[in-house]
């Protein structure tokens, strides 16, 4: 199981000093039996005056941060090891019901996957929903991680991805027109595809790790984004349209919402001239970390520590 360290550091620019509003950080990685923190350190410049922690309705770490001086320039830094188990898409078991599709959802899940099983955008024509179905060979026989693994792989051999650093995502019928996008614009592609044939799925923010460039993974280098749909037997499974993985391989998770939207790493306001604003820059480097430094590594034990927010 490797030892992965995470460093993100973003900064706003301005010409002259402006005033900061509250913003909201999300940049922790999620506590789970597959990821397990064993650092966590938050540094923040210009110092807030007041910095708290919450749990949003999804779970997810969430930093408030609240500032009085005015600055010309706003660094967030969060700097993460954790031990990452991965899960191999050989592993995803699936209850007996749910193996061919369609299944339903049990009784007892349903009331719970209800809002994840919705659908979030307008389609219409059914243009999605014709792209969706077209991956049913034989509806009678069609094996439910067959379907989603060759919907997620048909993702990545078929649309070219391209970066795109504005916010957002593009419609889905763009994405299906250029058949290219970010990762953000595939997740959304197959997040509102699988909800078109009854399954739940979720947006999942974070971090991938390139272990070598041999690998062609994508999406490095800044936030990723993929794809969790709720499989009986499995729970919430990873499935990344971007580079074909399903299972969690390299996958690293932050943030898990319903839309997009619901996991921006960074949220906030200032108040200033319209024209102060120069611009942003964002840098994410993973990387297998020195075992030696967390000498608890490997028997069971994690030492876990989290900073406020420290100026430079």
Known sequence: MPLLTIHRTTLYRY???????????????????????????????????????????????????????????????????????????????????????PFTYSAEDMPDLLRSIERQHLDPERIVDNWARAFLKDEASTGTISLLTEMATSIK??????????????????????????CRDFAVLMIEAVRALGFAARFVSGYVYNPSRSEGVVGGGNTHAWVRIFLPGSGWVEFDPTNGIIGNRGLIRVAVARDPYQALPLSGTWFGLPASFLGMDVTVDV?????????????????????????K
């Open 287 to 311: 990387h297998r970390a020195d075992p030696d430094q967390f000498p608890s590594f490997g028997h069971g034990a994690v030492n876990s520590r989290r900073s406020g927010a420290s100026g």
């Open 15 to 101: 010409q002259q000093p402006v005033s900061l509003g509250e913003h909201r950080i999300m940049m922790r990685p999620r506590e789970a039996f597959d990821q397990r923190l064993l650092s966590a350190r938050l540094i923040i410049d210009p110092e807030p005056n007041e910095l708290r922690w919450l749990h949003d309705v999804f779970g997810n770490s969430v930093a408030v941060a609240s500032f009085e001086r005015r600055t010309a320039g706003l660094t967030i830094t969060s700097e993460t090891t954790l031990e990452h188990a991965p899960l191999a898409q050989t592993q995803v078991d699936v209850e007996n019901y749910a193996r061919l599709f």
């Open 157 to 182: 051999r078929d649309f070219t991805y391209v970066p795109r650093h504005e916010k957002g995502t593009q419609t889905l019928i763009d994405t299906l027109k250029k058949r290219q996008g970010t």
